[in-house]
């Protein structure tokens, strides 16, 4: 069976040979720190390293370390960031992003950065009239540079299965409160200004379809799932209430879902990332068209497993689970443990890829590391559950 036909009969709530394994997308990366430990522990040449753009970092890929582990997935990066974001992330200084707000860099990973530095459109006093002369975003064939080329080479190395990488820093939600207003401003609009938080709401969308539009026009043909992202809740509670997403939020999702669809072959799944205490979204989720979920944040409240499988697994497929936090900064047995208890909860009739709740932090032995993909292809075989 190859990656893409693991991948996809999973989405499709079919079984494999084996539980699928995902690499390089949302919430499910190596820091270039843990590359580096990874090549070293399989002696493979770190000059076949690439820097991509993800999100509001750079990230290393290298395709024989995802040989060797035996990563179903691989990723094209739209090229949204510049190298001036890689020069500022290893020098640990800023980087003013194509909306006007700057990323400051405390480590030359890109694990902790602070989004939101210097916000223009920060100021208490916001008008509409300013939201609509604001100097939005537009795309040009710079983003999609490399692209084609890219995915083509990927189909011909293994047939694995591709995705696009989220356009932007965050999502619409995302973008206004940590990119361009801040959070308390942004919420103090939605509860008392609802013009102007749907105005930057609606400038947002449109940006982000455009984006996306010259992205599909480029590779919608050859992809097999495109990912948003999306931040909904905190570790106890949704960062707005349910009704409010329902109100406001989910329409613009369900627009931005329906337009990605409508630009790639029939059958593509699109994955959202959305961290924290977000159960009480689900079910919002599937009505907006979303096919994979991601990371099923362990310790959020409502993230159980088993009720999530129970209740959702035959309309979602789940991507995450692995809880890559305290347990892989202890040993190996509980590694095998956590990637254990993710597969026999999520993986039953299908419908589960495997991955980690959070970006592998980059001070945990690597040999854990090892040990989950190993271990995750071992356990993870159909035929021998």
């Given at each position: ?72 997935t691989r990723m094209v990066y739209p090229q ?106 942004f919420f103090y609009d939605l509860a008392g ?193």
């Amino acid at each position: 069976m190859t990656p893409r036909e693991r991948f996809l009969m999973a989405c499709n709530h079919q079984i494999p040979d084996r539980v699928p394994i995902a690499l390089g997308g949302t919430a499910n990366k190596f820091y270039t720190s843990t590359m580096e430990k990874l090549l070293k522990y399989y002696n493979l040449n770190p000059d076949e390293v690439v820097m991509e753009p993800a999100g509001f970092k750079f990230i290393p890929f290298h395709e024989k370390l995802y040989q060797r582990l035996g990563v179903d997935t691989r990723m094209v990066y739209p090229q949204t960031n510049t190298a001036k974001m890689l020069e500022a992330q290893r020098m640990k200084s800023s980087y003013k992003t194509i909306w006007g707000s700057k990323i400051h860099f405390n480590d030359s990973d890109g694990e902790w950065a602070e989004l939101g530095v210097g916000l223009p459109l920060g100021h208490d006093d916001l008008t509409l009239e300013e939201i609509l002369a604001y100097p939005w975003p537009t795309p040009t064939k710079d983003v999609v540079k490399g692209l084609r080329r890219c995915a083509l080479e990927i189909r011909d190395r293994g047939d694995y299965a591709i995705g696009v990488y989220r356009v932007f820093e965050a999502g619409i939600f995302g973008v206004v409160h940590n990119m361009l207003r801040g959070m308390v401003n942004f919420f103090y609009d939605l509860a008392g200004d609802i013009e102007i938080a749907e105005a930057l709401l609606d400038k947002v969308l449109e940006v982000q379809k455009a984006y996306y539009g010259v992205v599909l026009d480029d590779v919608g043909d050859l992809v097999d799932f495109v990912e948003i992202e999306d931040d909904m809740g905190m570790q106890d509670r949704p960062l707005i209430s349910p009704q409010a997403y329902r109100d406001i939020i989910k329409p613009r999702h369900k627009e931005l879902i329906q337009f990605i669809k409508s630009r790639c072959n029939p059958g593509i799944k699109v994955f959202m990332h959305s961290d924290g205490a977000i159960y009480d979204l689900i079910p919002d989720f599937i009505d907006i068209g979303v096919d994979i979920l991601n990371p099923l944040q362990l310790g959020a409240k409502g993230i159980d497993l088993d009720v999530i499988k129970k209740n959702y697994g035959e309309k979602l497929a789940f991507l995450g689970g692995v809880n890559v936090q305290q347990p892989f900064k202890g040993s190996t047995d509980d590694v095998r443990r956590v990637v254990r208890e993710a597969i026999d909860c999520l993986a039953s009739g299908g419908g589960y890829i495997l991955g980690p709740t959070h970006n592998y932090p980059p001070d945990v032995p690597v040999e854990n590391i090892v040990t989950m993909f190993e271990y995750a292809k071992e356990y993870g075989q159909y035929s021998a559950s």
